[in-house]
């Protein structure tokens, strides 16, 4: 721990050019569901992250790309991704002051694409429609009985969105007949400029897994500079719509090319580069944070055993036990 402390200050005196405040942020964590109930045990390191807020993500399950029927709040799920599990874990955050958003997702068999579920007839279709309805219905009325401040209505359904726009519509109009809080979407880093309906919503959500280099160790102004191929975009668009950017997850693997197609979470990629991590990490702090256009977002992603989760050997997404959870903490504390 004494070597991630010491990148930490390293981090830190590099990056103190910065303005330490532009406005507060959602500083968030994609918190993982778990097969248990969580306690104060669980929130406590993500209170020391000084993070304010947490992305709490039940699961719906499909069988296939072409397959209509969403499976959610089974017995077979673990606790966390269940109607109770989440009522019990924003319970928990919320008594210890950290706000929730409640982000449903999908999970295809076998981790595909979700961005690629497309039926083959017309009452596939709306069998989709009516069992997403039902899925995400039933998570925003747990967010208005918890008095949840965020809720995400879909991430990552680019095909479903390009194929049935009015559904969509249709759908946010009845979720605020049943939900008051705060309203986005997560869209895929190649998705938001065509998703049609953010007039509806309050952030401009995305999952912003933009390729910003393609070196085996990106340095942080090599990410800096892939980074502005996006951002004056990015900028422009908040502008336009008059609403924020949010990043509904960011983050990167500890792995060789971590900003080369930070999407990937092939398990051959298993060559740890916790600098690479760090410096894509800090690179895209350093882009964001400081922008009153921009909202914030919610790092990929949270374990709820903290003890034993990340570490030195870890080549996946989450910051936990590596050197960028100082970096993360440290910007946290800042916002």
């Excluded at 951002?231 to 609403?243: C, G, R, Y």
């Excluded at 350093?286 to 977002?297: Q, V």
């Amino acid at each position: 721990m004494k070597r991630f402390i010491i990148i930490g200050l390293m981090v830190l005196l590099s990056s103190c050019d910065i303005a330490s405040v532009a406005n507060k942020k959602i500083n968030g964590v994609s918190f993982v569901a778990s097969r248990d109930s969580i306690n104060n045990t669980h929130v406590t390191p993500v209170i020391n992250l000084q993070a304010n807020y947490v992305a709490i993500m039940p699961f719906g399950f499909i069988r296939n790309l072409e397959h209509p029927r969403i499976t959610y709040n089974s017995n077979r799920q673990w606790f966390g991704e269940t109607k109770e599990g989440v009522q019990q874990y924003v319970k928990a955050f919320k008594t210890q002051r950290i706000r929730v958003m409640i982000k449903p997702q999908i999970w295809v068999s076998r981790g595909e694409f979700t961005g690629k579920i497309k039926m083959n007839t017309e009452d596939a279709w709306t069998e989709l429609e009516e069992t997403y309805s039902g899925f995400i219905l039933d998570f925003a009325k747990v967010a208005e009985e918890t008095q949840t401040g965020l809720f995400c209505i879909g991430t990552e359904l680019e095909t479903f969105i390009d194929h049935r726009p009015e559904f969509w519509s249709e759908l946010i109009s009845r979720i605020r007949k049943v939900y008051s809080g705060k309203l986005t979407y997560a869209a895929n880093w190649n998705e938001y400029n065509r998703t049609p309906f953010w007039n509806q919503l309050d952030f401009i959500g995305i999952d912003s897994y933009f390729p910003v280099s393609n070196l085996k160790t990106p340095s942080v102004e090599s990410c800096k500079q892939g980074w502005e191929s996006y951002k004056p975009q990015l900028k422009i668009f908040s502008e336009n719509l008059k609403k924020p950017v949010l990043f509904t997850e960011f983050g990167y693997r500890s792995v060789d090319y971590a900003g080369n197609q930070p999407w990937e979470s092939d398990r051959r990629m298993n060559a740890v580069n916790l600098e690479a991590q760090l410096n894509a990490t800090q690179a895209l702090f350093e882009t964001f944070w400081n922008e009153n256009w921009f909202a914030g977002g919610f790092i990929w992603k949270w374990h709820h055993k903290h003890d034993s989760s990340g570490g030195e050997e870890n080549f996946m997404f989450t910051p936990q036990n590596k050197p960028v959870e100082v970096l993360v903490e440290d910007w946290y504390t800042r916002y």
